[in-house]
Each structure stands twice: as structure tokens, then as C-alpha cells.
């Protein structure tokens, strides 16, 4: 695949831009990627592991002559980082970022940007709960959706250069404005840790009743939300923070819901029940034939923690 942008910064050296790094090199769709993280101890990692053509030691290093700066740091500090790198950034550029919300960190990195840089916020609908420069994979992205979020007035080009990279990263991309992608997101994926989260916090509880009987019969339904309550504490507390409205409203939905099947269930109303469980077994049968079944492949990576 031919090369897309000549010089490409990662700011923030996780498990998106390290997955972002691997896919850019499988292809040969930069020429030289830098790379920074606000941690020596990142840095040296990188280092060891040959993570970016060049590690740099300041923001300004790395994003000096960057064609693409992507910002790959939780959400709740893209307005630190982007002032701290904005006087750095070359005229023309594209910056983007990897952000899990999109509304605040766009009103977040906005005010900080000099004229004649494009901003095109973007979030791959990819990941693990596993983080840090060791994390990421080349095949993160294949065959996952990335959408971007371009702010009114972004240039075409810039727009479609972005989208070029994604695809040859293996996402499919898809463009939507920054309300909608937050809503939706609160629902495919921002509730469901929150509620992953207080579940696994629920027979946690538990455990101190049943001694250490809830790991040791863990059900497979269970495991699968250890695994995802075992994600990264920093990133999702940013997350609930920043996407606060439309986790909210869903929340509100949900307890709504529970509270339904709830009484369904002291009333001893199989019914509903039925009905409820049969609606939801359809909404999963359509996502596995639309070819949307988004289980991670793990690729030997839940036994590297
Ligand atoms: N993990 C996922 O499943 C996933 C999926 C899609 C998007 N995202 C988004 O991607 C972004 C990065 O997530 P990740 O999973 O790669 O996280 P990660 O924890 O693996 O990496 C984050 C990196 O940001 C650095 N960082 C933290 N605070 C910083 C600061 N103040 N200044 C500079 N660097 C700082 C950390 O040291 C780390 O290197 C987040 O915004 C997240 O919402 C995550
Ligand atoms: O597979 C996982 O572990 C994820 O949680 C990835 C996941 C999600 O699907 O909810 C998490 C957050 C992101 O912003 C995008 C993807």
C-alpha cells in the first residue's frame, strides 16, 4: 500500500498508538512515525522494544515537521496536551486524536490550534482492556469501524487523506457529528463498562459472604465482564467525566429497564420476561450476520498481563 502521509507524531504511547504504530508499518503508510510519552519509563519501553523510528524526549521534538499528529492520551487531558504541542505544529497539518468522547475533547483542543491546522477529531471502535506500549497489535483495527468527526469548514482533502490512512490501517470509516457519536457510544460501549464494572464491584462484595467461591465458579458470562472491568482505570474515569450528559440519559434508561424486569420477576411474570429475552437474542443474531460480532481477537495477548 502506498505511503500516506510522510511524517506522522503519536503522542501518548498506549495501546491505540502502539496498534496505530505496528498497522502504519504493516502497510508502509508513513514514512518516519515519532513518538512521545510523558514517562522516561515509556520512553525507555519504546526504546526496547522499537516502538516508533524515533522516541523523542519533548512533545515539540516529535511533532516538529509532522504532516499527522494524533493524540493518543485519555480524554480528560487532550486540552493540556494540546496547548502544551499546539506552537510546535507545522502550518497544514492535520491533527487528530483517538479519544473515546467526542463534544468535549473537541471544545477541550479547539481554542488551543493556530490557523492553518486541521483538526479532525477521530475514534477507532477498537480496543482491549490491556494498555500501555506493550499492548498494541497490527490487527487492532482490521475490519473495525473508525469514525471521524470533522468540525464544519475542514478541508475535504485533509478529511480524505485521514480516512485513507484508517482504511489502510483496516478500519472502515465512517464520518458523524461529535452529539450523535457520543450518544451512541454511551450505549455501545460507555454504559456497558459501567455496568460491567458495578457487577464485577457487586460479587466482589459478595465475596466476602461466599469466601473465594465467586472466582472459583466464575460462569463464562461473568469472565467476560472481568475482562472488561479489568480496563484501564484512568481512561474510563476520563471517559464518564467527559461523556457525562448521554451516559446519564442511558443510565436513566437503563435503571428504568432493570427496574421493569425487576418487578417481572417478583410478580413471577414469565411473560415479559420471554418477550424481553427474545428481543434481545434477535438484536444479537443481526449484529453476528451483519459481521459486526466485535470480540477481540486476542492473539495470545490475555496471557501477557
Ligand atoms: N483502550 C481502548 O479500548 C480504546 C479504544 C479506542 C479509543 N481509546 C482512546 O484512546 C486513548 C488512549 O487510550 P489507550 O487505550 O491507548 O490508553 P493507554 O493507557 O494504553 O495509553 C495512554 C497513554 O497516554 C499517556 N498519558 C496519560 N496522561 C498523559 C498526559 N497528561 N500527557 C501525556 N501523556 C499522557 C500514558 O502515559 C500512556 O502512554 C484514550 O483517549 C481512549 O479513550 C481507547
Ligand atoms: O474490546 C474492548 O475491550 C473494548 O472495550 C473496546 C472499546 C469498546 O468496544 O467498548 C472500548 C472503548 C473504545 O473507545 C472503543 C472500543
Known amino acids: 500500500m502506498a505511503q500516506v502521509y510522510e511524517r506522522v507524531a503519536l503522542i501518548g504511547l498506549g495501546l491505540i498508538a502502539s496498534s496505530m504504530f505496528w498497522a502504519m508499518k504493516r502497510s508502509g503508510l508513513a514514512g518516519e512515525i515519532t513518538g512521545y510519552a510523558r514517562s522516561a519509563e515509556t520512553r525507555d519501553t519504546a526504546r526496547e522494544i522499537g516502538l516508533c523510528d524515533r522516541v523523542c524526549d519533548t512533545m515539540a521534538e516529535a511533532v516538529e515537521g509532522a504532516d499527522l499528529v494524533v493524540l493518543c492520551v485519555p480524554v480528560g487531558v487532550m486540552g493540556a496536551v494540546a496547548a502544551e504541542l499546539a ?47 506493550r499492548s498494541g497489535f497490527a490487527e487492532l483495527f482490521d475490519n473495525r469501524w473508525c469514525l471521524l468527526v470533522p468540525v464544519e469548514g475542514t478541508a475535504p482533502e485533509a478529511v480524505a487523506q485521514l480516512r485513507s490512512l484508517w482504511e489502510g490501517m483496516g478500519a472502515n470509516v465512517e464520518e458523524m457529528d461529535a452529539e450523535h457519536h457520543d450518544l451512541v457510544l454511551a450505549v455501545t460501549s460507555h454504559t456497558p463498562h459501567l455496568i460491567a464494572y458495578t ?86 443474531r443481526g449484529i453476528i450476520e451483519a459481521g459486526q460480532d466485535t470480540a477481540a481477537p486476542d492473539f495470545g495477548r490475555s496471557a501477557k498481563k
Open 199 to 284: 457487577m464485577v464491584g457487586v460479587a466482589d462484595d459478595l465475596r466476602r459472604v461466599t469466601d473465594s467461591e465467586v472466582v472459583k465458579y466464575s460462569a463464562a458470562g461473568f469472565r467476560d465482564f472481568t475482562r472488561i472491568a479489568a480496563s484501564d482505570p484512568t481512561m474510563w474515569r476520563d471517559v464518564f467525566l467527559s461523556n457525562k450528559d448521554a451516559t446519564l440519559e442511558i443510565l436513566g434508561r437503563f435503571t428504568e429497564e432493570l427496574f421493569a424486569l425487576q418487578r417481572a420477576i417478583r410478580r413471577g411474570d414469565g411473560d415479559h420476561l420471554h418477550a424481553y429475552f427474545t428481543r434481545t437474542r434477535a438484536i444479537r
Open 87 to 133: 506552537p510546535a505544529l507545522k502550518t497544514g497539518c492535520t491533527l487528530t486524536d483517538v479519544g473515546s468522547v467526542k463534544a468535549d475533547v473537541i471544545a477541550q483542543v479547539s481554542p488551543h490550534l493556530p490557523e492553518g491546522v486541521h483538526f479532525i477529531p477521530g475514534h477507532p471502535l477498537a480496543g482491549t482492556e490491556h494498555s500501555g506500549p
